[in-house]
């Protein structure tokens, strides 16, 4: 079929008159228990919801992961993550609480013990790496969804190119739907960008074939702290 004739079926298909935008949105969603609708939604689509609201449990979580994934390695995403989180923590090294790069904390037998000894990441070899670990800025219950900043050291890079991405969310940092979400973003404000996640990350672009981790990660666990 000619270019010709499919703009000729396109122009003849075409409204003579436009159609006026909606001058109010539709109701979004509301939820009594928003942290509950979110593991609902990221479960749905592959995602791991881990509860890590009552003592001692962040501990627990954490091993849980690096067993799963056969790993005695965390790279977090900068002291940040264990400020926002009340995580005990002990730097190895005086640079290590003031750097804005990553920081990498190593579990014998994959068990995790408090307070995380950390290290600053140096010459990170990222290929290497098989589990990240960043904070979220909020959770959106509505579809399942995290939300990262990357005014946080590395938050373009750890939350895409490690297979297994831990992210840890605050419960008082939920928002009921994306309408709450997007109302309170101010682009360009804080950083240059926000990162989005439902789920690991899938394509079938190619024949229709479900692919996992091919343009993020084939891993996303949720952890929620108190």
């Not at 609201?53 to 790279?75: H, K, N, T």
């Not at 730097?91 to 609480?97: G, N, P, R, T, V």
């Amino acid at each position: 079929m000619s270019r010709e004739t499919i703009l000729a079926r396109l122009r003849s298909s075409g409204r003579s008159e436009s159609i006026d935008l909606p001058e109010t949105l539709p109701d979004f969603p509301a939820y009594d228990d928003p942290v509950e609708q979110f593991r609902v939604e990221i479960e749905r689509v592959g995602g791991v919801f881990l509860d890590a609201r009552r003592a001692d449990s962040l501990v627990e979580c954490l091993s849980g992961v690096l067993a799963q994934r056969g790993a005695e390695q965390f790279v977090w995403e900068g002291s940040a993550v264990f400020e926002r989180h009340q995580i005990p923590v002990r730097y190895l090294a005086e640079q290590a609480s003031t750097e804005h790069g990553f920081l990498t904390s190593m579990h014998a037998d994959s068990s995790v013990s408090l307070p995380i000894e950390v290290l600053p990441a140096g010459d990170l070899d990222l290929p290497a790496v098989q589990v990240s670990v960043s904070s979220a800025v909020c959770a959106i219950a509505e579809t399942g969804s995290i939300v990262e900043s990357t005014a946080v050291a590395g938050s373009r890079v750890l939350p895409i190119l490690v297979p297994h991405h831990v992210v840890l969310v605050s419960s008082s940092d939920f928002v009921q739907n994306s309408a709450e979400f997007f109302g309170q973003l101010e682009p360009g404000k804080r950083e240059s960008a926000q990162i989005l996640m439902t789920g690991p990350s899938r394509t079938a672009d190619i024949e229709k074939t479900l692919i996992i981790g091919v343009h993020g990660p084939q891993s996303l666990t949720v952890i929620v702290t108190g």
